[in-house]
């Protein structure tokens, strides 16, 4: 009956450390305030977005794999071979410049600090070892099972 009720315990506390939430975050000088998911599918696919006369500058965080393709579907609704082509498709047709992406969460922080308007995502966990940045929401939280 005790050796159950341990397993019961430990899965419990299992299901409770798997669960994770993806966040929006911009440097705290940023002050863009909320978007919404159009809003971020605009402005990851390269269409021009604007807040309080600074413009909205996406950082494509590749550093996490999960959370790349997580953003991707939930909030673009794309697969990353479906984005990336989407994305070379504009700058071919439009001569815009692509996302910055980076795959090294301390120089992403870095850009994110240091770039006004910028925005990215990354896990909660990410997100509490770092200073200098604000969360602008919750984008996605895994269910745990």
């Not at 990353?80 to 071919?92: A, H, I, N």
């Not at 770039?115 to 745990?144: K, N, R």
Request: charged letters at 20%; a neutral charge.
């Amino acid at each position: 009956m005790l050796f159950a009720s341990l397993c019961v315990t430990s899965a419990t506390c299992l299901a409770q450390t798997t669960e994770r939430s993806l966040l929006l975050v911009a440097g705290q000088e940023t002050q863009a305030g909320s978007f919404t998911h159009a809003e971020l599918r605009k402005i990851f696919l390269g269409v021009t977005v604007t807040r309080n006369g600074v413009r909205i500058r996406p950082l494509l965080n590749s550093s996490d794999s999960l959370a790349t393709n997580v953003f991707l579907q939930q909030v673009v609704f794309m697969s990353e071979r479906d984005y990336k082509r989407q994305l070379l498709s504009r700058v071919f047709r439009l001569g815009d410049q692509r996302p910055r992406e980076y795959d090294d969460i301390a120089l992403l922080v870095e850009a994110l600090r240091n770039t006004p308007g910028s925005l990215t995502f990354m896990w909660s966990d990410q997100f509490e070892q770092q200073t200098g940045l604000e969360s602008l929401g919750v984008l996605w939280v895994s269910s745990g099972d």
